[in-house]
């Protein structure tokens, strides 16, 4: 097979440059992949994915103006033609950038046939060509997943359509993108509700919708093991868009759900910046939720914009948001079993050009990068470790490891409260000194960085 295309002309390989000699846009500042970090190399830690959708796919539409993207493949115009020129593009593109995982839709690859007969046929030639590329240059699949959310047929979701036809077809199209992860070694699955939720409560039967939902996932599970595709599987949370209300709204949501269908063994979360920001959370929020209840599986690096109220998904920049879901990543001892970055995120509308794809990209692994640096930094100081075992140490003894171990009632702790006075109560607590705390993580982000 010929990898020697040159579809990103003019674009050679993006190198490490470190921030003191970068004088292109076309290097990475921070991302050393085999560099070793907090005992890791970068690569290790990090594990970018490049997302077939948006990076190949999306043509930088938004709601009020058609796409403006320019891109290298764009004189194809038999659709199957197009899609295998697109797998080339992409393998040179993941070459180029230096990643080793990539992640996909089963619909980003091929077009539809009339039939899901003729529309597993046009995808099948596609993963062939993926699976040659594979071969030859070892890339890897972080997740594929299947869309059932774009087409008319979904219009009222897929496991939670009313129309029985609809789950039927659903439950049909996963079964060979399971089967297709399995050819591809995809090492998870995810699962975003495209459209599973609701328009209006008046016509929807909610708990009916979310057995079918857990139903489908279900079946997925017991089909993978199956044929033995040993996949993590996971949800990913979003609150809202398309639907006006998304049943797997946000990770203490979705874990509720995963725990009422016992699904909770099985799956895991994949976690995505943009997605927190619509639920009105931080990243970092739901890193942490899904990592203190053993659930976090794998991160969609992307951020959202309060300031704009659409899913925008904007490549990372935000040192600030990175570092604090970095720091998140570092506590949990990486960021999932087989957890990665995926990139679910496109250039702006108005950076159309094709190189535009490489400094976005070379900007979200940058950012994260120095998250990365910035975290374990905090971490070797034993900053923030130091900081909340001081603020807690009231329950390692006296009355606070009574209530840890479980000694203390509400008889003993009334014994304990009841001649306390206003003075003692406010004397046993102490500031917080946050100001300080942040000024200290603003001095760990310029001074890990100019180092
Ligand atoms: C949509 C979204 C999806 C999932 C995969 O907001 O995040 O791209 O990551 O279906
Ligand atoms: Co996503």
Redesign the pocket.
């Known amino acids: 097979m010929d990898t020697k295309t040159n579809y990103w002309n003019g674009i050679d390989k993006i190198q490490y440059v470190g921030h003191q000699d970068k004088k292109s846009s076309f290097g990475f500042q921070y991302y050393n992949p085999e560099e070793v970090i907090a005992g890791k190399k970068m690569k290790d830690w990090l594990r970018f994915s490049v997302?077939y959708?948006?990076t190949f796919d999306q043509r930088l539409v938004d709601p009020f103006g058609d796409g403006t993207a320019q891109r290298p493949y764009d004189n194809y115009t038999d659709p199957m033609d197009l899609a295998l020129a697109k797998v080339d593009a992409a393998f040179e593109f993941y070459d180029k950038l230096g990643v080793d995982y990539l992640?996909f839709?089963d619909r980003d690859l091929a077009p539809e046939g009339d039939t899901l007969r003729q529309t597993n046929a046009n995808l099948d030639k596609v993963v062939d060509k993926i699976v040659e590329y594979q071969k030859t240059t070892g890339m890897k699949v972080l997740w594929n997943?299947?869309?059932m959310?774009s087409n008319p047929r979904f219009v009222d979701g897929a496991a939670t359509s009313p129309f029985a036809d609809v789950f039927a077809y659903s439950a049909a199209q996963l079964k060979h993108s399971l089967e297709i992860g399995k050819r591809v070694g995809s090492e998870n699955y995810?699962?975003?509700g495209?459209r599973e939720g609701y328009e209006s409560l008046w016509n929807t039967n909610m708990k009916q919708e979310q057995e079918h939902a857990a139903k489908l996932f279900h079946l997925a599970k017991d089909y993978a093991n199956e044929i033995g595709f040993d996949a993590q599987m996971m949800l990913?949370p979003?609150p809202k868009?398309p639907t006006t209300h998304q049943y797997d709204f946000d990770a203490a949501t979705t874990i509720a759900f995963m725990k009422e269908y016992d699904l909770d063994k099985d799956f895991k979360l994949?976690l995505?910046g943009?997605?927190a920001n619509l639920a009105g959370h931080t990243y970092q929020h739901e890193i942490r939720v899904a990592r203190e209840a053993g659930l976090l599986g794998s991160l969609?690096a992307?951020q959202g914009d309060k300031l704009i109220g659409w899913?925008i998904?904007e490549f990372p920049s935000n040192l600030y948001a990175t570092t604090a879901a970095m720091y998140e990543v570092i506590e949990n001892g990486g960021i999932g079993p087989r957890g990665g970055l995926?990139f679910?995120a496109k250039p702006r509308r108005s950076s159309f050009e094709a190189n535009d794809l490489f400094r976005s990209h070379i900007v979200g692994m940058d950012s994260f990068a120095a998250g990365l640096r910035i975290a374990a930094a905090m971490k070797e100081d034993g900053f923030l470790d130091n900081l909340k075992a001081d603020r807690y140490s009231s329950y390692k003894s006296g009355i606070g490891a009574d209530i840890e171990s479980g000694k203390a009632d509400l008889k003993s702790l009334e014994d304990y409260s009841l001649d306390k006075t206003q003075a003692d109560l406010v004397g046993a607590t102490h500031s917080d000194h946050l100001e300080q705390v942040k000024d200290t993580i603003n001095h760990y982000i310029v001074e890990t960085l100019s180092k």
Request: negative net charge; contains cysteine; hydrophobic residues 25%.
């Open positions: 997302a959708w948006h992640c839709h997943t299947s869309n959310f995810v699962f975003w495209g990913e979003k868009e994949n995505e943009n997605h969609d992307n899913d998904d995926n679910d």
